[in-house]
C-alpha cells in the first residue's frame, strides 16, 4: 500500500524565485492537504484540494497557490519568494473532502530560501 | 477559533521511566483529538486519535484519553523507549472546520539509555 509521497526532498532557491512541490496521496485516497512546518513549530494549515477544487484556505497569502489533478496527486507552487517562506513542507492526504476524519503525512519537501 | 497548547519541552527521560505529556485545547463543538510523532528528518505520523469524549486512543504503548471537562488529550506511555525519542504534536479537527488540522507547538522527547 503505497503511502504519501512528495518530490522532491529538498529544494533550494533564491528570494523572488517561484518553486513548485509535488504530493502523490496514499492509494485510494482523494483529497489533499498542504503544510507549512516552520523550524520548532507546528505545521500550519495551508490549503485543501478536492475534485480539483480548493476547498479550505488558512492564512497564507496569494503568493501560495496549488492544484490538483484528475489523478488526485497535487502541486504546491508559492510565488516571489522570500526568507520567510524557508520550511518543511508537508502534504498530507485523506479520504472524502471535509469528511475526511484521519490525514495521513507525507516525508516532507525542505525548502531553504537565500 | 481554534487552538491547542501542549507542555513547553524540551523533556529528557530516562528509558523505562513514565511519560505524560500535555495537551489542552480551544474549540467549539466536539473536535476530534489526535497526537502526531515525527521522528528526525521525516514527516508526521499519526500515532494515535480520538473523536468523542472519553474515548481512549492507543497505540505501540501509548495513550491518549479525550477529557472534554478539561478540554484535554494528555499523551501517557508507562515506559519510554530510547526509540520513542521525537517531536510529538497534538492536534485537532475541528467540528466545522472540515479535515484541516490544528497543531500544537510540539514536545521533544529524549530518552537516554
Known amino acids: 500500500d503505497a503511502g504519501v509521497t512528495q518530490s522532491p526532498t529538498h529544494l533550494i532557491k533564491t528570494r523572488g524565485q517561484q518553486v513548485t512541490l509535488r504530493c502523490s496521496p496514499k492509494s485510494g485516497h482523494d483529497t489533499v492537504s498542504w503544510y507549512q512546518q516552520a523550524l520548532g513549530q507546528g505545521p500550519q494549515f495551508i490549503f485543501q484540494y478536492y475534485e480539483e477544487e480548493e476547498r479550505q484556505r488558512g492564512n497564507f497569502p496569494d503568493r501560495f497557490s496549488g492544484h490538483q489533478f484528475p489523478n488526485y496527486s497535487s502541486e504546491l507552487n508559492v510565488n516571489a519568494l522570500l526568507l520567510g517562506d524557508s520550511a518543511l513542507y508537508l502534504c498530507?492526504?485523506?479520504?472524502?473532502?471535509?469528511?475526511?476524519?484521519?490525514?495521513?503525512f507525507g516525508p516532507g519537501t525542505r525548502l531553504l530560501v537565500l | 477559533g481554534n487552538s491547542v497548547t501542549q507542555m513547553e519541552g524540551p523533556v529528557t527521560l530516562s528509558e523505562e521511566a513514565f511519560l505524560t505529556i500535555n495537551c489542552t485545547y480551544t474549540?467549539?463543538?466536539?473536535?476530534?483529538l489526535f497526537w502526531y510523532v515525527q521522528y528526525p528528518g521525516e514527516g508526521l505520523q499519526l500515532l494515535l486519535k480520538a473523536t468523542k469524549a472519553d474515548d481512549k486512543g492507543s497505540n505501540k504503548g501509548f495513550e491518549a484519553t479525550y477529557r472534554k471537562e478539561t478540554t484535554s488529550f494528555h499523551l501517557e506511555k508507562g515506559s519510554v523507549q530510547v526509540s520513542d525519542s521525537a517531536v510529538y504534536f497534538c492536534?485537532?479537527?475541528?467540528?466545522?472546520?472540515?479535515?484541516?488540522?490544528?497543531f500544537g507547538e510540539g514536545t521533544q522527547l529524549t530518552v537516554n539509555p
Open positions: 474549540a467549539t463543538g466536539y473536535p476530534s
Open positions: 498530507a492526504s485523506s479520504l472524502g473532502g471535509d469528511m475526511g476524519e484521519t490525514q495521513y
Open positions: 492536534a485537532l479537527r475541528g467540528f466545522a472546520s472540515g479535515s484541516r488540522l490544528t
